[in-house]
């Protein structure tokens, strides 16, 4: 099974008045690594394709301060449903897990109604995961 992993910038505007990420960036942390993940692992612009996330739930485990310089997601995804794709992630500094997630992204129609994972991607999670 390959984990897919990228890494993301710490930027000034992501720090708050506690001079750490602020939980709000985390999801966006999140959402730059969904992007990356399915530019490089599904050849395709995230923004072209037909999903929407239909939860997150993010558990923090340390603050991380713009020192840090960057973070990095690592995703996996543990299965597939007909039309969902769970995915789970570690995001991690120097010094370690700093917060674990999980989402799900579904494939819809143009009505919004849920659809089949086409199986072109399909195919490829199943491949770079090993499913």
């Known amino acids: 099974m390959s984990t897919y992993t990228?890494?993301?910038p710490v930027r000034f505007r992501d720090i708050d008045a506690m001079g750490h990420v602020n939980n709000a960036v985390y999801a966006t942390y999140l959402e730059q690594a969904r992007t990356d993940y399915f530019r490089d692992v599904l050849e395709a612009d995230l923004s072209t394709v037909a999903t929407v996330l239909a939860s997150v739930s993010i558990q923090f485990r340390r603050p991380v301060e713009l020192a840090d310089g960057a973070?990095?997601?690592?995703?996996?995804?543990?299965?597939l449903g007909r039309s969902?794709?769970?995915?789970?992630y570690e995001i991690r500094t120097g010094d370690g897990a700093v917060a674990e997630a999980e989402s799900v992204q579904v494939a819809v129609d143009d009505d919004g109604s849920s659809r089949p994972i086409p199986d072109e991607?399909?195919?490829a999670i199943e491949t770079y995961h090993g499913l």
């Open 84 to 88: 969902s794709v769970p995915m789970t």
């Open 71 to 79: 973070v990095t997601v690592e995703i996996d995804v543990p299965e």
């Open 121 to 123: 991607y399909r195919e």
């Open 6 to 8: 990228t890494e993301i």
